[in-house]
């Protein structure tokens, strides 16, 4: 049972293409995230939902758009990818929000963008 | 300006000795401090939460310390083991809630 599962896996696109990424968690978890890790391997927040609601939206670009149907979803959404938007790409949840409560991450999605 | 360090060398030893690995942080007041274990191509997972009036927290083999005087964690494997070898990162919760990561330091440890 994989507790945070996100799709694809991997993924290599053109520029100027448009891709999501799917995420879901079975965990009954309230909050979920996007985390970014870089080359240099920092990891980076990029946003978090608490019950759908999006309450931490940092400095992304607006082709950056998170979605949440439901509190066991959140989707992001890249419109006219960049070279720089290359990364590891990371769903997450917890039950509580913020770095009161553990985070449980998934496996990662490997965009390359050429 | 605020920030997270962790050694960028990877760490390199023998099977059995104690690991130690530092994180360091500036101008940040955390209440938590958090370490995480990453495998290549996997997703980092939680290991040991410590809290600000904790000095230590143990867990198995590993022991987690927190100095808010030095602005320090340390993270100790005991008994180490090739199965250890990962990158390990410790991460702490600014003061508008976020957890906030280091990048990491690369645990080698040799048979």
């Known amino acids: 049972d994989t507790a945070v599962s996100q799709t694809p896996k991997y993924l290599v696109t053109q520029m100027g293409n448009d891709k999501s990424i799917k995420c879901e968690q079975n965990?009954?978890?309230?909050?979920m995230y996007w985390y970014k890790q870089d080359s240099k391997k920092f990891l980076k927040i990029m946003f978090s939902?608490?019950?759908?609601?999006?309450?931490i939206n940092e400095t992304v670009p607006n082709r950056f758009s998170p979605k949440s149907p439901d509190k066991a979803h959140l989707n992001l959404h890249i419109n006219s990818l960049e070279l720089g938007d290359s990364a590891v790409y990371f769903c997450?949840?917890?039950?509580?929000?913020?770095?009161?409560?553990?985070?449980?991450f998934g496996e990662g999605s490997w965009l390359t963008v050429v | 300006s605020q920030k997270i360090e962790q050694n960028s060398e990877a760490l390199n030893i023998q099977e059995g000795k104690t690991a130690t690995l530092t994180c360091n942080y500036t101008?940040?007041?955390?209440?938590?401090l958090q370490w995480y274990r990453q495998d290549p191509g996997r997703g980092p997972v939680f290991l040991l939460l410590?809290?600000?009036?904790?000095k230590e927290k143990r867990k198995e083999r590993l022991k987690v310390t927190f100095d808010t005087t030095l602005k320090q964690s340390l993270f100790h494997i005991t008994a180490s083991q090739p199965a250890d070898s990962a990158t390990y990162l410790c991460?702490?919760?600014?003061?508008?809630?976020?957890?906030?990561f280091g990048s990491g330091t690369r645990l080698l440890v040799r048979p």
């Open positions: 410590i809290r600000e009036n904790e």
């Open positions: 939902y608490n019950n759908k609601e999006l309450i």
């Open positions: 101008n940040y007041s955390p209440a938590y």
């Open positions: 965990l009954g978890h309230d909050t």
């Open positions: 991460a702490l919760m600014d003061s508008s809630y976020k957890l906030i």
């Open positions: 997450a949840s917890s039950q509580v929000a913020g770095g009161l409560g553990t985070i449980y």
